[in-house]
C-alpha cells in the first residue's frame, strides 16, 4: 500500500491521564492507580491514528518552548508525525488538559486550560505542504490558520475533513471548505438545531454542500449521508478501559481510508472498528491499532474485503 499524506491543523493538548478506581467526590482524597502524559486533541490525534494506520503525516501549528511543548514535539516523533514544519514560540504556555479515567464507569472527565499560543499565521512552506498534501484535516481550533488551509487545499484539489466536535464561535467560516464534514451527534443535531441525526445530515449537506456528512454517535455507531443515501454504520462492542480520544481517533482513521481510496461506507466501518480497538488501551494515541490489527478484527466479526480493497 503506497503512503498518501495528510496533513492537520488544529489542537495539540498535552493530555495528563489519571487513572482512579470510581470518579472522587468533591472535597475528599482518593489514590490514582497510575497517571500517564500523552498527547492529545482532536486534529493532532486524528494525525497519529492515520500515522498509525500508514499514512505520510504532517501537523502544521504552533508550538511553545515549556516543557508541553518540548513533550509534544517528541511525542510526535514517537508515532511517525513529522512535526519540522511546527513554528516553536519562545514564552508561551502550552494547551493542557487533566482527564480523570473512572474504572467503575469506564467513563471520562476532563478539565483543561487552552494556554496562551497565539494563532498561527501559515507561511509559504507550510502552504506548499498543503497543497502537496492528499487530505487537509481541521478541528476547529486555530480556526484563522484552519480557514486559510482548508481554502488553499479545496483550491488546489485537496480535500478538507473537518472533526466537528465542539460549537466554538466562528466555525460558518470554515464548514464550506470540508467536503468531508464529520461531526458528533452532539454537534451536528446542536448546530443545526434538528433533533435526530438525519435531519441533521440533510441540513449540513444542504446548507454547505459537502461531499460527504458522517455522523458520530458513540456506543450507537453513526450516520452516512452522500446526498441520495442515508445510512447507518455499526459501532464494534469492546471491553472498553479508555474512551477518551475515541472520536479523534475515528477521523485520523477515515483520513487514512479516505486517500487509501475506500468507498465511503467502508471508511465508516473501517474507522468504527479502530476506535473500538482503541478503547480497549489506554492513552488516545498509545492505543490506536495498527493497519493490519484493525484488519484482523474486522475478519473476526465477518468483514473480510477491506484488506482486498485498501491495499
Given at each position: 500500500m503506497s503512503q498518501r499524506k495528510v496533513v492537520a491543523i488544529g489542537a495539540n493538548v498535552l493530555d495528563t491521564l489519571i487513572c482512579a478506581p470510581v470518579f472522587p467526590n468533591e472535597d475528599t482524597k482518593l489514590k490514582a492507580d497510575e497517571i500517564i502524559k500523552c498527547g492529545g486533541g482532536p486534529a493532532a490525534t486524528g494525525l497519529v491514528a492515520a500515522s498509525k494506520l500508514g499514512a505520510d503525516c504532517t501537523f502544521l501549528g504552533n508550538l511553545s518552548d515549556d516543557d508541553g511543548g518540548a513533550f509534544l514535539k517528541k511525542d510526535f516523533e514517537?508515532?511517525?508525525?513529522?512535526?519540522?514544519?511546527?513554528?516553536?514560540?519562545?514564552?508561551?504556555?502550552?494547551?493542557?488538559?487533566?482527564?480523570?479515567?473512572?474504572?467503575?464507569?469506564?467513563?471520562?472527565?476532563?478539565?483543561?486550560?487552552?494556554?496562551?499560543?497565539?494563532?498561527?499565521?501559515?507561511?509559504?512552506?507550510?502552504?506548499?505542504?498543503?497543497?502537496?498534501?492528499?487530505?487537509?484535516?481541521?478541528?476547529?481550533?486555530?480556526?484563522?490558520?484552519?480557514i486559510a488551509g482548508a481554502k488553499l487545499a479545496r483550491e488546489n484539489g485537496v480535500d478538507v475533513l473537518y472533526d466537528a466536535g465542539g460549537l466554538y464561535e466562528g466555525i460558518e467560516g470554515l464548514l464550506p471548505y470540508a467536503n468531508i464534514l464529520i461531526p458528533s451527534y452532539e454537534f451536528a443535531t446542536g448546530f443545526t438545531k434538528t433533533d435526530n441525526a438525519e435531519d441533521a445530515a440533510k441540513k449540513l449537506y444542504e446548507t454547505y454542500h459537502p461531499e460527504l456528512v458522517v455522523i458520530t454517535d458513540g456506543k450507537n455507531g453513526g450516520y452516512l449521508y452522500d446526498g441520495d443515501k442515508f445510512a447507518h454504520y455499526p459501532a464494534f462492542p469492546v471491553e472498553a478501559v479508555d474512551s477518551n480520544g475515541a472520536g479523534d481517533v475515528f477521523h485520523g482513521a477515515f483520513a487514512f481510508a479516505r486517500v487509501s481510496g475506500s468507498k465511503p461506507m467502508e471508511a465508516c466501518i473501517f474507522s468504527s472498528a479502530v476506535s473500538a480497538l482503541k478503547c480497549t488501551k489506554v492513552g488516545a494515541r498509545d492505543g490506536v491499532p495498527n493497519y493490519q490489527e484493525t484488519i484482523n478484527f474486522l475478519k473476526e466479526r465477518g468483514y473480510d474485503e477491506f484488506e482486498k480493497n485498501m491495499d
Open positions: 514517537k508515532y511517525g508525525v513529522n512535526a519540522d514544519h511546527c513554528t516553536v514560540l519562545n514564552g508561551y504556555g502550552s494547551f493542557l488538559s487533566f482527564v480523570v479515567l473512572s474504572a467503575e464507569s469506564k467513563s471520562r472527565t476532563c478539565l483543561f486550560h487552552r494556554g496562551n499560543l497565539p494563532g498561527m499565521v501559515l507561511t509559504d512552506a507550510q502552504k506548499e505542504i498543503i497543497k502537496e498534501s492528499d487530505l487537509l484535516m481541521v478541528d476547529g481550533n486555530d480556526l484563522e490558520a484552519a
